[in-house]
């Protein structure tokens, strides 16, 4: 493959992505990602061709399908690498970047809803394919991908329990052979209502195909298990809501910030997420400080803490 004016994104990145992926540790993943993300909207454009417009369009795109600021940035910073290159062999400017903004990501920042505003999610959430398993997500602030690893046994609808497996890094745990973290967490009487009607369906789907019986709390249409949320419903839940940088993660800060405002117990919060240090919990604890008065209750709450 020789590189022409006439050659495009897509073949580009092929003739290219060994030169632009040699630094990454996974560079299996980020060209997965690429593959996915970045090549569908603007892979069949002419190298020549692609405009700031172009790029900018494929951020935004990105964002309102529901990836993370930390993936955009991921695909921007390879897209950057890819022209840089184009610039060496001629094909572009380098000045095509000039307009395209950074995407700023703070893995520190933990978000809170209004109660308008968690009122338009739930609302939001009515309109989409699977609206117990959202709501779920705001009520109980569990993990969108641990919510989707349950089964129907791991309900007890005596006990108000749901049983949670998870595993704190996929890929070094499965490299390590690790066992999954399983903890069992309380539910409130209305997440046991969202659990038991999303098990109805299921048993309702399971007559219906017999062959594809699930044991799966929630799936597909074809019985499969879910594996994330649906681009289309992300796009609806942002437009019906009026929230358009809406995440499902801030759904567990939302949960998570507004039980320390509660006064629930860190330890308590620690051990129901499943989290192994105190570096997420403490976020939510600065979150959900503005001031001076609530910074020193929280360090009071704290001294308490330790001592136990």
Known sequence: MFVTVYITVADYWKLKKDSVLKFYCRPDIYEKYFTQCMLPEIGMIKVTDVSASDLERAVRNMLSSG????????????????????????????????GLKPIVVD???????????EVKLLRAFQLTKYPELYTLCMFTGLQFSSLLE?????????????????RANQYYAKAR??????RTVPLSKISCKLVEVAINKQREKNKNFP?????FIFTDIYNNRLQRIYPEDY??????????????????????????????????????????????????????HNN???IQASDDYYRELAKQ
């Not at 893995?107 to 505003?117: D, L, T």
């Not at 349950?150 to 497996?165: A, E, R």
């Not at 062959?211 to 044991?215: A, C, L, R």
């Not at 929230?243 to 509660?262: E, P, Q, R, T, V």
């Open 67 to 98: 990836n993370s600021k930390y993936k955009v940035s991921m695909m921007c910073a390879l897209i950057r690498k890819l022209f840089h290159q184009a610039a060496s062999d001629r094909l572009v400017n380098e000045d095509i970047f000039n």
């Open 107 to 117: 893995k520190s920042e933990k978000r809170i809803f209004s109660h308008e505003q």
């Open 150 to 166: 349950c089964q129907i046994n791991d309900y007890s609808k005596d006990n108000k329990t749901l049983t949670i497996s998870r």
């Open 177 to 182: 052979n690790a066992k999954a973290n399983v």
């Open 211 to 215: 062959d594809h019986e699930s044991n």
């Open 235 to 288: 796009k609806l839940i942002r437009e019906s809501s009026g929230i358009y940088d809406f995440y499902l993660i801030d759904l567990m800060s939302n949960f998570g910030i507004n039980a320390l405002k509660y006064k629930v117990n860190p330890i308590v919060l620690k051990r129901y997420y499943g989290y192994k240090t105190d570096y997420n919990v403490n976020l939510f604890a600065l979150a959900c």
């Open 292 to 294: 001076m008065k609530d």
